[in-house]
């Protein structure tokens, strides 16, 4: 996607921009020949995100010095609903951790948290309802603190790092109360080393928010301050976007209500256990790694069909839920950063949106048609991923039931490998995963691009499916995959769900026939 390349080339120190509708960059070292042959296969996805990216370079006013209290965004309004109907069920806590060899400076790392707080005024923001509606209120006068776990047999050895992580990653947060995230540390139980956990509450904070976070961090620690300049608090940004903002989403509205006219409440995979009356938000990971070869030949695939891998395996992705579910209307979501606006890219905040990608899987269809369709569609609902996606369900009539999510109950993702690192004087540290139970989806499929490696790691609601259905759901990705590889113009209903030695398998199973004597 174009996002995708706009981020690689930054990462890269390409700065892309247009030149009267042509796409131009800035660079000190050239282009590296990867980034070149992507863009030169996605320019025209490139120039498109870039075009709406400038039509949404609006000014946003500064707040009144003392003003204190602000409304919520769409997306903070819908998570805040979420919050209140499902209490401390609601998985919407966000975590990372490090493990460290040695014990940090706690003092040194408190300052440095209070320093990017005073920054980003967003972390020190509480939610609270007057008159009947929620607002976000900061708190003027606030001093975070590190929460240490005491370093006794008793407590420490207890439970697992793994045990402690899950646990604190999973405890709520009260939102009437500030802060909204918190920093913890305990002494690892199977090493001389130490673990720093970060939680965060979705309703401050979004994946984006991680980089700015600790590349603030890791500023103040070396130097001592931290020298960028923001524009606008987030708080400016709510204010905005439910005045003047309304106005600039008119359009991106009819869209998605053209898009979506007509789509079912409902798309989710057949149950394996009757749907509760209320979801339960309990997740089960299982992962599967695409090996190199696999990986090295899905790049090179969808740089010769000329679209970026995320438009390809989304393709494959709502290929095999249309398959599997036997429905030719598919409808999966995707997060989209929702940072369109200028100068929001700098901030700390929920501005993550999720968007619904809508696919027709038609009869006449080969895989490169669709692939083709695929590529169009998601360049056009990418174009206009300002518009939350709580305002479409309104738009459409929909109303939020307590047994599932409107429109969207199946996600795909594609992430990148290493996007923060923690640096505290030169210790050495090491990111850790933080095993998590929740699900926001009740299926949700991650793909992990590890540059020679794809890890998918799938999130499954285990009170609706059995483990076995997400391992059979596996294999028909696999199967999938390597159907199209074989043969793209392929029509879409005869790619093969099964592998060829699971054909072979069943095909013994019917070989009944014996030879009796007479």
Known sequence: MAHELIRLAKSQGVHLYLDNGALKYKAKNGLS??????????????????????????????????????????????????????????????ATAFRMSG????????????????????????????????????????????????DTPSIS???????????????????SEAPL???ST?????????????????IVFDGLSYRLFFNALNEYLSTGKIEQVLDYQYGDYAAWQQTEGNTALKAGEAYWFKQMKGV????????????????????????????KHLTATLRAFAQQQGVSLFTLLQTFFSLLIGRWTERSDVVTGTPVAGR????????????????????NLDDDHTFLSLLKHSKTKIAEAFRHQDVPFERIVQQLGHERRSGFSPILQVLFALHEEGE??????????????????????????????????????????DNLFHETTITSLQEALNALIQGVLADPETDIYRLPLISLKAEQTIASWNQTGRDYPL
């Not at 050895?157 to 709520?172: C, I, Y």
């Open 264 to 291: 079912e409440e409902l798309n989710s995979l057949t149950p394996d256990f009757p749907r509760p009356d209320t979801p339960e938000f309990s997740g089960t990971i299982s992962r599967q790694i695409l090996d």
């Open 103 to 150: 014990m940090p400076s706690i003092e040194k790392l408190e300052n440095a948290i209070n320093a990017i707080i005073e920054k980003h005024q967003v972390l020190k923001t509480q939610f609270q309802i007057m008159d009947g509606i929620p607002e976000q209120v900061i708190s003027p006068d606030f001093l975070f603190t590190i929460s240490e776990c005491p």
């Open 340 to 359: 369109q606006v200028s100068g929001s890219e700098q901030l700390i905040g929920f501005f993550v949106n999720t968007l619904a990608l809508r696919f």
């Open 420 to 461: 923060f690192q923690l640096d505290i004087d030169g210790i050495p540290c090491e990111n850790v995963v933080v095993e998590r139970s929740n699900i926001n989806f009740e299926l949700e499929l991650h793909v992990m691009d590890k540059g020679e490696v794809l890890e998918a790691t799938w999130v499954f609601a």
């Open 33 to 94: 020949k990867e980034l070149a042959t992507a863009l030169r296969s996605s320019k025209s996805e490139v120039i498109a995100f870039l075009q709406q990216h400038t039509k949404q370079s609006t000014s946003i006013p500064k707040k009144e010095a003392n003003r204190l209290r602000f409304p919520l965004t769409s997306a903070q309004q819908r998570l805040f609903y979420l919050e209140t109907l499902y209490g401390d069920k609601a998985p919407y806590n966000m």
């Open 181 to 183: 995230f918190r920093v």
């Open 157 to 175: 050895n207890a439970v697992t790092d793994e045990e402690w992580m899950a646990k604190e990653a999973s405890r709520p947060f009260i939102l």
């Open 186 to 202: 305990k002494a690892s139980s199977n090493s001389n080393s130490t673990l720093i956990l970060f939680v965060f509450h979705h």
